[in-house]
């Protein structure tokens, strides 16, 4: 069974930082483009960043580019998002996700899905 599990969410206040990870189980880890998208409160679901199977190329939402930077351990199995200078709008679940594909910001790109974790900036 394919699993992707997300940790290291939390309560934080604006200006401080959070460092997610992303394990993976039950795939060819480095086979696959890995992604992070969040989910607001009453707001669709949103890309955030990707990186491809070698880490080689990333892509970033605009908003948090310069803030957030994608990484990748394939020998670990494991994706992280190191977010910095968080703000009140940050707030969301944080999903992990993993495709095949190239490197997108789509979620139809993406075959697998994590259960979340719960990020929330205070002001």
């Known amino acids: 069974q394919v699993q992707l599990v997300e940790s290291g969410g939390g309560l934080v206040q604006a200006g401080g930082s959070l460092r997610l990870s992303c394990a993976a189980s039950?795939?060819?880890?480095?086979?696959?483009?890995m992604g992070w998208f969040r989910q607001a409160p009453g707001k669709e679901r949103d890309f955030v960043a990707s990186?491809?199977?070698?880490?080689?190329?990333?892509l970033y939402k605009d908003l948090v580019k310069g803030r957030f930077t994608i990484s990748r351990d394939n020998a670990k199995n494991t994706v992280f998002l190191q977010m910095n200078t968080l703000k009140p709008e940050d707030t969301a679940v944080y999903y992990c996700?993993?495709?095949?594909?190239?490197?997108?910001?789509?979620?139809?790109?993406?075959?697998?899905w994590g259960q979340g974790t719960q990020v929330t900036v205070s002001s």
């Open positions: 990186i491809s199977w070698n880490g080689g190329y990333t």
């Open positions: 039950g795939l060819t880890f480095r086979s696959y483009v």
């Open positions: 996700a993993a495709g095949l594909r190239g490197s997108s910001r789509f979620e139809f790109d993406y075959d697998y």
